[in-house]
């Protein structure tokens, strides 16, 4: 099905410890970005490109780096991760062409400890 | 300042009775687009209305239209006969069209939890 995939679904990391949340879409869409919900909060934008090669920072980019090597994926890498990253991320994608087009990602909750 | 201004945590409503859920806006662009996500306790969100900056009608999709007023910058929601599937977490969202920084990325307001009571 076409649309926006996420993983993992859950992971449980140790502070200090690294990974990459992995976001995926097929349908070719130019813009991709990452965003992260808490509580109380709504979606913070992390993240985003709008274009293979073109990344830039959102609102919340602290700690957190991002590639676009391909318009298909764009992953979100935690260099040492910390509680205050403990979250709920989305991935979502949309295109220039279709302004109301935003396709989200079921989410990955991640829980520092 | 925030762009997205969401003043109800949380709201009540009775099965079969409409309800509004209120959102205000900011932003100096002409152009700007509208919306209205549903996050129900499985956590994925689903598009449930758009209204662009220029529309001269208010949007409207099913039981869901949007309250939109311009001058005040509000575009509030209106979920009309209540289902108990309506229970679930709304947010207000923007995409602002010429923003510096994150060109057409959405910003979300701090979301409304509906609880539709039987």
């Known amino acids: 099905n076409a649309g926006v995939t996420q993983t993992p679904k859950f992971q449980v990391l140790k502070t200090g410890q690294s990974m990459t949340l992995q976001c995926a879409q097929d349908m070719n869409h130019e813009y991709m970005s990452w965003y992260r919900q808490d509580p109380g909060m709504g979606l913070r934008l992390i993240h985003y490109?709008?274009?293979?090669?073109?990344?830039d920072q959102g609102e919340v980019p602290n700690g957190y780096n991002v590639s676009r090597s391909t318009t298909e994926d764009f992953p979100l890498r935690l260099l040492s991760a910390a509680p205050s990253q403990t979250s709920v991320y989305f991935c979502?994608?949309?295109?220039?062409?279709?302004?109301?087009?935003?396709?989200f990602g079921s989410g990955t909750r991640l829980t520092v400890v | 300042a925030q762009k997205i201004t969401q003043t109800q945590p949380g709201m009540f409503v009775q099965e079969k009775e409409a309800v509004t859920l209120d959102c205000t806006y900011d932003?100096?662009?002409?152009?700007?687009?509208l919306f209205w996500y549903k996050q129900p306790s499985s956590g994925e969100m689903i598009f449930l209305i758009y209204q662009g900056s220029y529309d001269e009608q208010n949007a409207t999709e099913g039981r869901y239209s949007l309250n939109f007023q311009k001058a005040r910058k509000s575009a509030n929601l209106v979920i009309s006969a209540s289902q108990l599937g309506d229970s679930a977490m709304y947010f207000c969202?923007?995409?602002?069209?010429?923003?510096?920084?994150?060109?057409?990325?959405?910003?979300f307001g701090s979301g409304t939890q509906l609880t539709v009571l039987p």
């Open positions: 932003t100096s662009d002409q152009s700007y687009g």
């Open positions: 979502a994608s949309t295109s220039p062409k279709l302004p109301r087009g935003y396709t």
């Open positions: 969202a923007m995409r602002e069209a010429f923003s510096s920084g994150s060109a057409r990325q959405l910003t």
């Open positions: 490109s709008v274009g293979a090669g073109i990344t």
